[in-house]
DNA sequence: TTGAAAGCGATACCAA
DNA sequence: TTGGTATCGCTTTCAA
């Protein structure tokens, strides 16, 4: 790879005068322009990222930090996010946290020893000291590390109440919830929204809610539980959609046919919830909205640009499918 | 964050003798290092990556291209890859391609400017003339660029083999291919591998592959078109998993029920063909596996060691389940 | 066993 | 309008 001192060697001008039509950045007489241009195609020269991220102590870079990339509802987020910094300049570094502590930290470290402009990151147990004492903006989505941290969320409240209501007008009377992760805001906040809706019906019993772990394998089980506890349960909201595929599956064990003696519906609205037979009803996020609107947030904080607002709250949307 | 220059200063020595220690490299004297690590510790001191990268010429950072990273094929991929590059110090840019040539090169580009240490790639437009220009270790993952450049495959056509007995032992006898994009190698080998083992048979013709485009729509228009032309279908083995549960949705708009009126096998083992209802029979790929070998084969190119073999052909296995 | 200094490849200030 | 040069933070030779 051909370096600047070339160029300027080719074009018979100083380094200087090269760095400044690269970044077209202060005066360059018209001809040495172009002398320099030639040069610098000729060579097909690049400038060194890494040089002059040493410099400005800057590296276009970002980095994403998640729980598991694997998990459905990481893929369109990381797109998303990938899709916005690169349209900006940015390219994004990868990290799976699996929602350890150390790992995380150890992302942190190597992030800042790596010079990124900024990090979004989806976390339970990131602490807001954490992020203070990094000195880099810091954007925080689907999970709140701190009032005050830029953070996107959406209406988990709204959504827990918008299902468990639809389940209602759908004429089902008993309805239960397997919830996310004891702890987990979002997991919280969308039992809490169940809990609201059902909560002064007669038949009404905590017995109603269990608890699910986010993934398949739980809910399963949960459900074959809860099926077995509960024969008269004629609705399930699940706190996410895979959760709700595993409901799906657990009363396709069970011989309880979707919809018509059970209903059931998730949240996130992940691509996999319009993939099942029959497709799931479900509380939408706008996933790639939000991390567009996260990045582009991160942009402005990492150009120190006026950002008015750094906290969103997403609306959600039912789409109704035919699990119910 | 303080530098080295601080920690010197702090310890009393010269930036010298603390990289000495930091690199664990040269002499350094018990009491010296006692001290540098004292300081070190104090100030809470880490290297700055750019700054090394600078001098080495080396990012410790690895470029992964996919197509896009919400195809549900590469999130493990990508989950694999990054696993394997934590392990060894190195961090992971993710790039999504889509398998747009543009887009492609101006990665590349990007990824060299930035000293990456090595590129996993997957793409069926780079050619073995970009990637050599590159300089820089390239392992090609699911789709070969070139013979001769570091590649890690599977056996496509012993596993459309497979799949294809597989349907015939299971009494099915008018066997339709739903086939990836044309020109895609995995694509053309799956089905070429399907005709091989249909093409003596007095009921086969040509209207028994049809085009699909590794999506599930393109899936569920021709498996639709395809039930319509051939009623007598009684079992489809479709390139990839994606296409297979479209195949099923398709089946299950027409009322034809799987698998007692049909037979699907899908292609790839992806997460979600253990997702739906009835769970899909395919012919599974070791994608972690895979990714996990070429990051590993990655370390070892980048590294200069010897490695011997540069060409990996992964086995593949049917797994059965309820889609057959 | 240690330190001084020359780079790595850019940017930006200050002079000319 | 241009060039010389200090600087970013580190590694590595060469001398001491």
Known sequence: MASIKEVAKLAGVSVATVSRVLNDKGYVGQHTREMVEQAIKELNYKPNEVARSLFKKQSSTIGLIVPDIMNPYFPELARAVEDTASKFGYNVILCNSDEDKVKEQAYLDMLQQNYVNGIIV????????????????VVSIDREISKGLPTIVVENMKGAHTATRYLISKGCSRIAHIRGPQGVVNADERCEGYREVVQQESWFSESYIVDGDYDMESSIEATLELLKTHPEIDGIFAANDIMAIGAMKAANQ?????????????????????????????????????????????????????????YYKFDVDLIERNST
């Open 122 to 137: 989806s976390s339970n147990t990131m602490t807001a000291e954490q992020v203070i004492k990094l000195n880099i903006p």
């Open 254 to 310: 069970l011989g309880t046919k979707v919809p018509d003696e059970l209903a059931i519906v998730g949240f996130d609205g992940i691509k996999l919830s319009s993939v099942t037979i029959p497709e799931l009803t479900t509380i939408v996020q706008p996933i790639y909205e939000m991390g567009e609107k996260a990045t582009k947030m991160l942009v402005s904080l990492m150009n120190q640009q006026e950002v008015g607002q750094t």
